[in-house]
């Protein structure tokens, strides 16, 4: 597959009118975004669950809550229950592997690669606690 080929793909999932769409063609950061994008549909998001407390989704360590590249959620490769507020710090975990896909840079190069949900615990007045650190993999197979 090219940078055409992949522009293309994503012209079709976004639906624009032409006057939008040729906007972002001839950006040249979108135009970086198309060649990195190759290289970046190889690997899918991996949010593993390290550490669980009083988790009313029932969220358990080993867990795992798994992301396309772009950061949509593979509903089929999920738990059927994941709490909704572990996805606000997770978006913005998946934004930064975002940005070294579409940059070309190693997506494992984020630091500050692990969060929480907003649940305090029960010493600060909520009811329990889940860690999650998030990495980048291979697709398999």
């Excluded at 970046?40 to 795992?64: D, F, N, P, T, W």
């Excluded at 396309?68 to 913005?92: A, H, Q, W, Y």
Aim: glycine letters at 8%; charged letters at 20%; hydrophobic letters at 35%.
């Amino acid at each position: 597959m090219d940078k055409g080929q992949i522009a293309e793909i994503i012209r079709r999932r976004l639906n624009l009118e032409d006057q939008d769409w040729s906007m972002i063609e001839k950006n040249p950061k979108f135009q970086r975004l198309f060649q990195n994008a190759i290289e970046a549909s190889k690997y899918r998001l991996v949010a593993e669950v390290i550490e669980s407390k009083g988790c009313h989704s029932g969220h358990v360590a080993g867990q795992q809550l798994i992301f396309d590249n772009s950061g949509n959620l593979l509903t089929k490769e999920n738990p059927d229950r994941i709490c909704s507020f572990l996805m606000p710090n997770l978006t913005v975990l998946i934004n930064a592997f975002f940005e070294n896909f579409m940059n070309g840079r190693n997506p494992n190069e984020v630091m500050f690669n692990t969060t929480g949900c907003f649940d305090t615990g029960p010493s600060c007045g909520g009811w329990g606690h889940v860690v999650i650190r998030m990495k980048a993999e291979l697709n398999p197979g």
